[in-house]
């Protein structure tokens, strides 16, 4: 499910208040382009014309709090406004807003426009173009508009273009959104990439408990063993994703790889997860010496008293903490 924004008159009914007729005419001209609306558009625009310089002048020379016309529009993505604005008032389809720096087809990808991202691309907007590092694919995976990915990867976007430090699958991952790590995967986006934050895109899907881009990713051919830093079978058992632990064993996982801090993946499962997931584990997990009794009820009693000896020895060092002040 795509991310949604907030829309534009709602924005403005939050800096403005509710009265509309209380804002100013460029707010007003804006959200007329908004909803499409030319005829409004033009009433409001002669309106403002105290100059004489005419409608369309008034038009494509007005904005408010950093977005003109063109941006507006491009946020509900109305054809036939679009048309006017650049066909007919010859609006730059390159300007960026002052607030975020969106270029109107930004605000298309953003909001999930198809029709309105195709007539950009008509009218001689760079499909590769990037702000501050970011594509418009990687800007598509964000907010979650499969089709707009998929356009964008039909006609020739860098399914592994990094955008900042991370690319298309990454944020996809990251975000949960299947569709388009499934789509990017078909593209041929690596999911053994490691870039700046040293991570890659199943652990990504991990850390944001997202079961199925990871199992997409496992299907990928991702490494699913412990690194130097990661251990995905571990973090799967700490944050209780039983799918995702079976997945991850069944694609050659090691279950007797401890955690940077010396945990099993039975261990986390006992302490932060379900009897089902150390049941998982149990048959594959190699006996910890220290575990009297080894099986799935004496793991669990084991890591419970351990975390209860902790609990009572943090008790104890405040106490004492506590007495000496």
Known sequence: MARRNIPLPDTFELLLGKDQNAWPAEASLLVAAYHGDIRRLKEIAKSMDVDGKGIPATVANTSFLGMNALHAACDLGRLPVLRYLVEELNMDVNKPDTTRGFTPIEHVVCNGHLPALRFLLDHGVNMHQERKGV???????????????????????????????????????????????KMLLEYNANPNERINVNFTPLEMALNSSSVPCLKLLVQAGAAVNASRSYNPLARAAEKGLTEAIKCLLEAGADPNVPDTFGRL?????????TWEDVEVLFPVTSPIPTVADWSVHGIISHVYLEVMQLELFRMMILLKRESLT
Request: glycine share 8%; net charge negative.
């Open 135 to 181: 594509t418009l694919l990687s800007a598509a995976a964000e907010k979650g508009q499969a089709e707009i990915a998929k356009f964008l990867l039909s006609k020739g976007a860098r399914v592994d273009a990094e955008s900042t430090i991370l690319t298309p699958l990454f944020i996809a991952s990251h975000r949960g959104y299947a569709s388009i790590v």
């Open 265 to 273: 993946p039975i261990e986390l499962a006992a302490e932060y997860g």
